[in-house]
């Protein structure tokens, strides 16, 4: 008769595969010996804690594990009860060195841990995916830490700076806020951020150049300045094909629209929500952007907040008389307060 037990080790080692650490120790250790044996053999280990979990980590797993295994760590919270305080004094990034993925998203630390989590990230030499979302902060303690997160990433870690590809950093960068430090070039192919400067995303062109792909916006901001300050060392990103701006802010205008989208040359698909700027871009506004600038576009989506100076039907009586948007299929949908223009070009 054959028990579970008595299965070969590489359908036990195949078998582990879809299990998380958690999932492994707490259902499988202790069985026997030589499972215990195999599951700390395990090569690939992702370890995904939270606050209800968090204790069983600390006690009967992070013990035991080798650390040489851990592919993946990630924390997310919602809770200030949880403290990760013993976790990193005792567990600290440095030892993770095989560690290809970071997730740390609405932990609780004391104010001096974040610097001490952030100033360990360039230990991790092969690590490919980084978000972050730090919470409990000053104002100003965080702009520090978000400017010294910034600096590694893009500027002083070499490690980072060649292992890094999907970055997600769920925090404000404003223009003010970046380090004066020349931005240097990255191998990251995905950028996330939740709230930048069009100013400030200009800055950082150069350590995206050469590799980004997809980069997404939670909020690309305009200032209220009267003019768009671009920095004499910009660089048109010539890999990017897909973009995503969920929402711009109500400083908004044509020139932060230009500046951004000069240099995006090789996009395909792009999405924008305008339907927060005071100002409003035309439909011929939209055409002269997207002819000079973006023209390997093959699939837009532009959300617009209504304005009676320039109504619904002056937008699609200017697309039906425009050579370039009847390049391809023109279609509108509803929302509140505006419209949605789909534009998909004939290929």
């Excluded at 299965?7 to 026997?32: R, V």
């Excluded at 204790?55 to 990760?84: C, D, E, G, W």
């Excluded at 590799?211 to 300045?225: N, P, V």
């Excluded at 711009?248 to 000069?262: I, P, Q, V, W």
């Amino acid at each position: 008769m054959v028990t579970i037990e008595s299965l070969p080790n590489e359908l036990w080692m195949m078998f582990f595969g879809y299990f998380n650490a958690h999932e492994l120790y707490y259902h499988f250790n202790g069985l026997n010996a030589r499972i215990d044996r195999l599951i700390r053999s395990v090569s690939n280990l992702c370890l995904k804690i939270n606050e209800n979990n968090y204790a069983y980590y600390v006690q009967h797993i992070m013990p035991r594990i080798n650390f040489r295994n851990i592919q993946s760590l990630s924390f997310h919270s919602q809770s200030k009860t949880v403290k990760t305080t013993d976790f990193f004094l005792h567990y600290p990034l440095n030892r993770f060195r095989k560690l290809r993925s970071f997730v740390f998203h609405d932990w609780y630390l004391p104010l001096e841990n974040h610097r001490q989590v952030i100033e360990q990230l360039p230990y991790l030499k092969i690590l490919e995916r980084l978000d972050i979302k730090l919470m409990e902060l000053s104002m100003d303690f965080s702009d520090e830490n978000n400017t010294r997160t910034i600096e590694l990433i893009f500027n002083s870690s070499k490690n980072l700076r060649t292992s890094l590809k999907h970055v997600t950093l769920d925090i404000y960068v404003s223009n003010s806020m970046l380090p004066q430090i020349s931005f240097l070039p990255t191998n990251i192919e995905d950028f996330q951020v939740s709230v930048m400067h069009v100013e400030s995303f200009l800055k950082l062109t150069p350590s995206l150049a050469s590799s980004c792909r997809t980069i997404q916006f939670k909020y690309l901001e305009g200032s209220h300045s009267n003019e768009v300050q671009l920095p004499p060392s910009t660089k048109v990103l010539s890999h990017c094909t897909k973009v995503t701006v969920k929402k711009t802010n109500c400083y908004f205008r044509f020139d932060h629209l230009k500046a951004f989208l000069s240099c995006l040359p090789e996009v395909k698909q792009l999405s924008i929500d305008n339907t927060c700027a005071n100002e409003f871009i035309t439909a011929e506004h939209l055409e002269f952007l997207l002819n000079r600038y973006c023209s390997k576009l093959s699939k837009f989506q532009y959300t617009y907040r209504d304005d009676p100076s320039y109504t619904f039907a002056d937008f699609t009586g200017a697309c039906k008389q425009s050579g370039y948007w009847s390049s391809g299929d023109v279609h509108f949908a509803k929302v509140l307060h505006g419209h949605v223009l789909y534009f998909d070009r004939k290929q």
